[in-house]
């Protein structure tokens, strides 16, 4: 029974609510004058917002036998970017009911059905309650202790036999910032870059992509900001159901004006919301972007002086452009001329107008291209860098942003510093730690300096001839923390690198569907460690638009579970280096103090953590965010306006600072000390502001010349009141004293910020000079690159899916060459695309994958909500009615899904023209079937998630991004047939 | 006094189930009963709509009506509520309400809470406020906290709306106004005739 997917096609129709849509401007109420209203609705005109104790104490009259403690704790919803904030009300340590913030900026109260029912995570039946191991085929209990003992013995067994990079740590995008944070350290330490987190198969394309196209890979504005936009683009996101409550900030703008558009493979619910929506072949992305680019620099419709002082190499994408003409794009894309024009006229005559994607740009084998060809159209138009335009890049899991920003990324120290000699020489400071004990925990200092395996590809790490692979070994271990397997391609192939491991540990509040794979595929091997949620610790969150929020801690860890950083300092006491991760020093004190946990246990201190954060992170303005500021700010979120984010007024009752001048969450970057009281930047890039008011520019980074051409803004391009008023170049030492700035920082000051830059001066005192003092932007004001030289293609190229529904394109359009080493491994691409040229013959039918409101991510923890489950109880697949006729297939019974790989998922077939002939579209949240088999029995008893269902990435293809390894899921082929 | 209505704004309306959930979770509400659920028109194709559907607390309502035992009642606010204590679980009021709004549990520690069940418009029961038996058997009672219902408050996109007529109606005429176009509310074309609009659905197509 499916209650939200609805029935075969459309049913009856209901002709008046069908009237195109139009919008003209006009107010709209906003929530504070809805609540006032909605309050006035209820008796005594008590207002809704928060209520008071006493009337909570009221509530709970209801249920409570002798009273007892009501507290409301205030945190954030795990389950997206968008930042939803929760009240939640606890009696006794229980959590008992939810209630709406309608003070947040970013959710005015609102939620999805996760947010809405997220309480059930104080309930968690089906959890993993303690540490299990697989033992001749079945889940054993076991204590803590044992299971602490017996996993850090095997792992330093296999460090001290193959070295450590046999090793592999795959992090969580649901850790928060201090958890992500540390766990970068705690890998170093263990000695190897071998670590990754879900960014990886996320947004990894992107983070590539637009930081090198401009400075930071992040969305540049915020959802709240499209109420300033007068034209969206939705071209890869589904936020109707992956972001829903972003479209209350959409749905608004829409109302006063702004036209939406929606260009996807799929009529999705985003489509539905949207003026119009256009159909695109999957895969063909780049081939539309450069559609419409052809039709901006026909008829003029270009920013020419933006361009002019802003953009470096737009004449290159001009050429490329030129080559796009309607029909070569209508071949590609299936798009007719009028339908990409009028995009293209829409986003051009209707600025500030802004580009919304997700996944559906990033997860392809040219992913990087798709997304800078979005950046490069936005630059074409001025937009970057402007309230109400941008590239509104909508993240993941609800801290996918923060880990991306300070987490396990194989190749990066924290804040993307990198990890040159000098990036480990800044962190070893900061840490506390002398970089020559760091260095000897690694294999070779050659290793310290190599980007480690990525998620995507660690099957791979695990079955390819080790003479292929560019480290000693092949990986032996791999630890899940709060990570899915089923968000992987391949799954086929997973389950034999899994019966090749050594070990593998799964570290989660959910056994999750790799419990079930590993009792699957062999009899032991695997132990499971119970990790709380981020509902049962405190710490920051970093969502989509780059607002740092707050979490209290709602309860204390349940069953036998324990908090990420109380067990990565355990198993570091079991490593021998708990003193370098609290960072002890000679006089016995400790960088990061330790705080009483769970069970009195010893735990790092997460605002000591923050800390340490705040005093290396530069880079991206992690600095700014003292624990002090974000509590304020969660505390008084009612004097954040909706549309801007900033605090008009204000101050926090318990500690008296002043909130007045405040961005919501202070968006990084907020740049330099707290004390500087920089005021975080809601829109990237944006020159329309001085330095203090969270302006900016775009960064150089990339030099000041190319071949005569200058890098750096031209003259009269900078943020407002800047001192320099031409383009300059990131400040340092040297630049200061030349500028005869130098006297301006204190003598302190001068002690650290002798021989360093902005980003590795620990006293903040070149930034503060620069942005204070002198209005200037510390990471220098140059252009964006249109042209991303270091790339493979410095102008993005449409390049044809490996497994392409058009084998008359591939020659036309061929992907790269076979690359023999890439983040340590090779990957094909001519190789598997020419020996697959014919595979659409077989299997005719293009497969997409995407989301589902009700489910995240790989789903173990949402499929293990009954208010949620019970919405989507089955896997199925969405099959046009023709393609579903050719076969014989009717609405709502089983398929089989087959893919070149010859895997095979059975699943419930959904016929709908939601997608087009020749498209099959399948949710990725379901696993704990394998190939029509029901694994419940391989689950530890009592904690299999109440739907389990085929995981599609059992079935999809090879397939990764040239430059950061994502993997492909949107767009590969397949076959279907009755079951 | 307030007369308690809801009203899903379906242009905004998403289908995201937010609705449905905080219900189930505010009144913990057993597998199989859905006091609120989001009904979709023209899945999948241009026109496609979605509001979101439970007991419309009607002025005249048509359950009150019919029931054998008369176990229905109106507050001084309009909202319909039942006595589970009396309810026989007939299923008349399932024949009479046109939006499929009654319940019935099928079995379980639900079931005791009486024969049939429904939306409460968070008001609770014949019991008093806040007792322990109106929490079991109809579920929290909001409105006597001075809060609204929970799928309204919670609504993602404030697409459905709770709370007095006059106020919600004072609301979504602005936004009727803001968009420059008629009203396109579920019903509206019912009581005032649309001739204006061709089908949504492509003739031939499978209703």
């Known amino acids: 029974m499916l209650l939200t997917r609805k029935a075969s096609t459309a049913s009856a129709p209901s002709s008046r609510l069908s009237r195109t849509v139009a919008g003209y401007l006009g107010n709209t109420i906003d929530r504070r004058a809805f609540l006032k209203r909605s309050g006035l609705a209820v008796s005594a005109g008590v207002a809704v917002s928060q209520l008071p104790f006493s009337m909570m104490g009221k509530a709970r009259a209801a249920d409570k036998v002798d009273g007892g403690n009501i507290e409301v704790k205030r945190t954030v919803c795990t389950h997206c970017s968008v930042g939803c904030a929760i009240d939640a009300v606890v009696q006794n340590g229980v959590w008992i009911r939810q209630e709406p913030v309608f003070d947040s900026p970013i959710n005015l109260g609102a939620h999805c059905a996760k947010g809405a029912s997220i309480r059930e995570h104080g309930h968690g039946e089906h959890r993993l309650k303690y540490p299990m191991k697989l033992v001749d085929g079945k ?100 936020a109707a159901e992956a972001h829903p409550v972003s479209m ?30 256009y159909r695109i072949r999957s895969g063909a992305d780049v081939a539309f972007l450069m559609g419409m680019l052809h039709h901006i620099f026909k008829n003029a419709w270009e920013d020419k002086e933006y361009i002019k002082a802003r953009v470096y190499g737009m004449d290159k994408v001009r050429e490329e452009a030129a080559k796009w003409t309607p029909d070569k794009v209508e071949e590609v894309t299936g798009m007719k001329e009028a339908e990409v024009l009028d995009v293209a006229e829409s986003m051009a005559k209707n600025r500030p107008s802004t580009i919304v994607w997700a996944m559906g740009q990033t997860q392809h084998t040219n992913g990087n291209a798709i997304v800078r060809a979005s950046c490069i159209f936005q630059l074409a138009l001025g937009n970057v860098g402007v309230a109400g335009g941008g590239c509104n890049i909508y ?89 899915a397997p089923n968000s992987q391609t391949r799954g086929a192939e997973m389950i034999a690198a899994m019966k090749k491991l050594d070990l593998l540990v799964v570290i989660d509040p959910y056994p999750s569907a790799t419990a079930a794979m590993m009792a699957m595929a062999r009899p032991d091997g695997c132990y499971l ?81 923050l800390r340490e954060i705040n005093r290396s992170i530069w880079t991206i303005g992690y600095t700014g965010h003292s624990p002090e500021r974000l509590q304020a700010h969660m505390r008084n979120m009612h004097v954040f306006d909706v549309k801007t984010l900033r605090a008009k ?64 803004a031209e003259d009269g391009s900078h943020s407002k009141g800047a001192d320099l008023t031409t383009g300059y170049p990131e400040f340092d030492h040297v630049l200061l004293k030349k500028l005869g700035w130098w006297d301006e920082l204190t003598e302190d000051e001068k002690k650290a910020a002798e021989g360093k830059n902005w980003k590795t001066d620990s006293s903040g005192g070149i930034i503060r000079v620069a942005m204070k003092n002198h209005g200037c932007h510390p990471f220098g004001n140059a252009k964006a690159r249109a042209v991303v030289w270091n790339f493979p293609d410095p102008v993005p190229l449409h390049r044809e899916p490996l497994f392409s529904p058009r084998p008359d394109l591939i020659d036309k359009y061929p992907t790269h060459d076979d690359q023999k080493n890439r983040w340590r491994m090779p990957v094909l691409f001519k190789t598997v695309q020419q020996a697959n040229k014919n595979a659409v013959k077989q299997y005719p039918l293009i497969m997409t994958s995407g989301r589902l409101v009700e489910y995240e991510g790989g789903g173990d923890e949402t499929r293990s909500n009954p208010w949620l489950a019970e919405l989507q109880q089955e896997m199925f697949a969405e099959i046009n009615p023709k393609d579903a006729n050719d076969r014989g297939v009717r609405n709502n019974e089983y398929i089989w899904v087959e893919t070149p790989t010859k895997a095979r998922l059975k699943v419930k077939s959904q016929v709908t023209e939601r997608v087009g002939p020749g498209t099959v579209f399948l949710p990725f949240h379901f696993a704990g079937w394998f190939e029509g088999r029901d694994l419940l029995d391989k689950y530890p008893e009592g904690a299999a998630p109440i739907v389990r269902g085929e995981a599609v990435n059992t079935a999809t293809t090879y397939g990764y991004d040239i430059v950061t390894m994502m993997q492909e899921t949107k767009t590969t082929l397949c076959q279907i047939s009755k079951a | 006094m307030a007369r308690m209505k809801f009203l899903c704004d379906a242009e905004r309306c998403i289908e995201c189930n937010g609705c449905v959930t905080a219900c189930k979770q505010e009144h913990e509400i057993p597998w199989g009963v859905n006091r609120r659920r989001v009904v979709t028109l023209n899945d999948g194709v241009p026109g496609e709509k979605s509001i979101s559907v439970a007991c419309m607390h009607c002025s005249d309502a048509p359950c009150m009506a019919v029931c054998p035992v008369d176990c229905f009642y109106k507050t001084s606010e309009g909202i319909v509520l039942h006595d589970k204590d009396l309810c026989i679980g007939c299923g008349y009021c399932f024949y009479a309400c046109p939006f499929g709004a009654p319940q019935f549990p099928q079995d379980g520690a639900f079931g005791l809470r009486g024969k049939m069940d429904k939306c409460t418009f968070c ?27 929970a799928c309204a408050e919670m609504c993602s996109t404030k697409a459905l709306l709770g709370g007095d007529a006059d106020v919600i109606s004072d609301i979504y005429r602005n936004r009727v106004m803001k968009r420059g176009k008629g009203s396109e509310v579920w019903g509206w074309g019912t009581a005032y005739g649309k001739p204006d609009a061709k089908p949504a659905t492509p003739p031939g197509a499978k209703s």
């Not at chain 1, 944006?686 to 051409?709: I, K, P, Q, S, Y």
């Open chain 1, 395 to 483: 993240r993941g899991h609800d801290n996918v942003q923060g880990a991306t920003d300070v987490g396990p990324n194989p190749d990066s120290l924290p804040g993307y510093y990198g990890l040159l000699p000098g990036s480990w020489a800044h962190f070893a400071r900061a840490w506390g730690v002398d970089i020559e004990w760091i260095k000897k925990q690694f294999a070779t200092p050659a290793m310290m300096e190599k980007p480690g395996i990525t998620v995507s590809r660690w099957i791979d790490a695990v079955l390819e001839n080790n003479e292929n692979l560019d480290q000693d070994s092949n990986l032996r271990a791999v630890v899940y923390w709060g990570h």
């Open chain 1, 248 to 277: 209350l900030h959409t749905l608004h703008a829409k109302e006063n004006g702004a036209k939406v558009i929606c260009v996807d493979p799929r009529f999705t619910r985003t489509a539905a919301k949207a003026d119009k929506y």
């Open chain 1, 529 to 609: 460690l119970p990790a709380a949620t981020q509902l049962e610790c405190e710490g920051s969150v970093t969502a989509s638009n780059r607002s740092i929020q707050w979490r209290e801690k709602v309860i204390e860890p349940m069953f036998e579970s324990r908090t990420d950083h109380m067990i990565m300092y355990q198993l570091a006491q079991k490593f021998g280096f708990a003193d370098q991760l609290l960072g002890k020093q000679a006089d016995g004190k400790t960088k990061i103090k330790l705080a009483k946990g769970k069970g009195g246990m010893d735990e790092p201190d997460i605002e000591d953590i």
């Open chain 2, 123 to 149: 008001a609770g029961g014949p019991e008093t406020d806040h007792s322990e038996a109106e929490y079991k058997k109809y579920g929290r009672n909001r409105l006597a906290e001075g809060k609204l219902p």
């Open chain 1, 649 to 712: 007024g204000g101050k926090d009752a318990k500690t008296g600072y002043v909130l007045d001048g405040d961005y919501f969450g202070l968006p990084w970057p907020c740049y330099g000390t707290p004390e500087l009281k920089h005021p975080g930047s809601p829109v990237l890039y944006n020159t329309e502001l001085n330095m203090m008011d969270g302006g900016g520019n775009f960064r150089a980074n990339f030099g000041v010349e190319r071949d005569g051409v200058n890098l750096l």
């Open chain 1, 139 to 238: 889940w054993k209990r076991l204590s803590w202790d044992d299971a602490l003992k017996e996993v850090s013995d095997k792992l330093l067994a296999i460090k001290k036999e193959s070295g450590p990079d046999a090793t592999f740590w795959i992090g969580s995008s649901k850790h928060n910032n201090e958890q992500s944070y540390l766990l970068r350290k705690f890998v170093s330490f263990f000695g190897t870059n071998n670590m990754d987190h879900q960014a990886r198969i996320c947004h990894s394309t992107t983070v590539a992509g637009v930081a090198n196209t401009w400075g930071y890979g992040a969305m540049t504005n915020s959802y709240n900001d499209e109420q300033n936009s007068k034209c969206i683009l939705f071209f890869g996101s589904n």
